[in-house]
């Protein structure tokens, strides 16, 4: 059973959207996204392997995905209480999307809507390009199977 049922990544992004215009500033942003992360369910030990883990990543982050019914089941874990809540912010945008309309959203657009891209070092914006990277990825690999 996929974790979120919804129609669309775009419907996600606009509650996203919502939810952040109410937060004034960087530091409210900031206190929320650590929330969201403290919020996103750890992966088991064993779930954490070489192979699942994302490359070009400062801090340790882990991804887990499987397709259920044509849509991205999305998992992930970081040792990084600010990565875990991107970690959160891109399983609500992704997870149980239909995979059709993974490759096509813009999730850099969004998070600079919200006001996070501005405010991450360069090392974190890498990170979070590795972890988009790694969902489009997994999406397009399903799709072509």
Not at 13 to 38: M, N, P, Q, T, V
Not at 48 to 70: N, Y
Not at 124 to 134: E, Q, V
Request: with cysteine; net charge negative.
């Amino acid at each position: 059973m996929p974790h979120f049922k919804r129609m669309s990544i775009e419907t996600a992004a606009a509650d996203i959207r919502e939810e952040f215009s109410w937060l004034d500033d960087w530091e409210a942003r900031y206190a929320h996204i650590i929330d969201l992360g403290k919020a996103n369910p750890p992966l088991s030990d064993e779930e954490k392997t070489e192979e699942t883990r994302v490359r070009g990543c400062a801090s340790q982050v882990w991804m887990v995905t499987h397709v259920e019914d044509g849509r991205l089941i999305v998992r992930a874990e970081s040792d990084a209480m600010i990565v875990s809540g991107l970690i959160g912010i891109l399983v609500r945008l992704y997870s149980g999307a239909p995979l059709s309309e993974i490759e096509d959203f813009d999730a850099k657009a969004l998070l600079d809507d919200i006001g996070v891209t501005g405010a991450l070092t360069a090392q974190r914006s890498n990170g979070l390009a590795s972890m988009l990277d790694r969902i489009r990825q997994d999406a397009h690999q399903a799709l072509a199977a």
